[in-house]
């Protein structure tokens, strides 16, 4: 079962949007494997957007991501990396259709609420750096 890594960014933590973004997920049918609510080491946010490094928002990025707790997931189900993504909108809020989660609560491309793995490759790094093979429940959510 494909697997993502989703992450609501210190912004969405401060807004209080935690239960309103799992929610979605929950109602949307996806599963969830884990969760934690951390405070990201700037080691850790360097290496998680390491692709970024070279553009000129790098080091605002990083602050960002560390300015405060995030709280980290995996959710699993069919395509849900590309769902996922459809239901965040555009990266840009500005671009972002109503009803997604950037849509209805983001307004800036820095402060955009919500993180999520953009390909099975990264899924899987991505889970890797956040949840280091630990922490990831399997059960049947039918049962
Ligand atoms: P995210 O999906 O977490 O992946 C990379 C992030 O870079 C992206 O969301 C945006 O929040 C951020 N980003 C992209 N462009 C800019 C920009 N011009 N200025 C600041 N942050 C940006």
Redesign the pocket.
């Known amino acids: 079962m494909e697997k993502t890594f989703l992450?609501v960014?210190p912004d969405g933590v401060q807004r209080n949007l935690i239960g309103e973004i799992v929610s979605r997920f929950e109602k949307k049918g996806f599963q969830l494997v884990g969760a934690k609510l951390m405070q990201i080491p700037t080691e850790l946010a360097e290496e998680h957007?390491g692709e970024?490094k070279e553009?000129?928002?790098f080091g605002?990025?990083v602050d960002?991501?560390t300015s405060g707790p995030v709280f980290a997931m995996v959710w699993q189900g069919d395509n849900v990396i590309a769902t996922a993504r459809q239901m965040m909108g555009a990266?840009?809020p500005k671009d972002s259709a109503p009803g997604t989660i950037r849509g209805e609560y983001a307004a800036t491309?820095?402060?955009?609420i919500?993180?999520?793995s953009?390909s099975p490759e990264s899924a899987e790094r991505e889970i890797g750096l956040f949840f280091k093979g630990e922490g990831l429940v399997e059960y049947n959510k039918d049962a």
Request: hydrophobic content about 35%; cysteine-free; glycine content about 10%.
């Open positions: 992450m960014k957007y970024h553009r000129p928002f605002e990025l960002f991501i990266t840009n491309v820095g402060k955009n919500i993180h999520g953009d």
